[in-house]
């Protein structure tokens, strides 16, 4: 569990299906354009009980960890998720980053906020060393919350992602561990 300020991230449990359909179900237009198309069954709670039981394997191998997000009194209403995921030990101690957060929580630093914990805890508490992100250009929001964390653009990608049923292209950043960046997210 991390906590911050304003929020509680932490792995998904059985207890938060309902919580995760609804989730889904109330942001379904604001999420579907960044990404890939959801299975059949996504808003059931089959898919969720099938899902968390594999979320829970990987992060028991070490494969991933993925939070919800939780305004610290409202811990029954998710508003968004961070994934971390492909986490790789050997050589490149890293991993792919990927999140989301709820239309109705936009523009309030929420996954500013969220990020920071998050990024500080795989740094320090996993041990990882590169955090990939990638994000469809158009989705400027994505982009400028990266840079404000000291995301750095690595290159481009054409139709690297099949998106909401289209290829799409993305902008590829990363995040590598160092003094100054360990500064940055105490901050």
């Given at each position: 569990?991390?906590?911050t300020e304003r929020l509680l991230l932490r792995p998904p449990r059985a207890s938060?299906?309902?919580?995760?359909i609804r989730y889904y179900s109330e942001n379904r237009e604001h999420l579907t354009p960044w990404e890939p198309a959801w299975p059949e069954g996504f808003l059931t709670e089959r898919f969720?009980?099938?899902?968390?039981?594999h979320q829970q394997e990987?992060?028991?191998?070490?494969?991933?960890l993925r939070l919800l997000m939780f305004k610290r009194g409202e811990r029954r209403t998710v508003i968004g998720s961070i994934n971390f995921t492909a986490i790789q030990r050997g050589a490149q101690q890293?991993?792919?980053?990927?999140?989301?957060l709820a239309?109705?929580?936009?523009?309030k630093g929420y996954m500013t906020e969220a990020l920071r914990a998050a990024l500080a805890y795989v740094f320090e508490e996993l041990r990882l060393h590169r955090v990939m992100a990638n994000y469809i250009p158009?989705?400027?929001r994505s982009?400028?919350?990266?840079?404000r964390l000291g995301f750095v653009i690595e290159g481009y990608a054409r139709d690297y992602l099949l998106v909401n049923g289209r290829w799409e292209d993305h902008v590829l950043t990363s995040l590598v561990r160092t003094s100054d960046l360990m500064k940055l997210l105490d901050a």
């Open positions: 569990m991390i906590e938060d299906i309902a919580a995760l969720w009980h099938a899902q968390l039981a990987q992060a028991r191998s070490g494969g991933a890293g991993c792919v980053l990927g999140y989301s239309e109705a929580e936009q523009g158009r989705n400027v982009g400028r919350l990266l840079g």
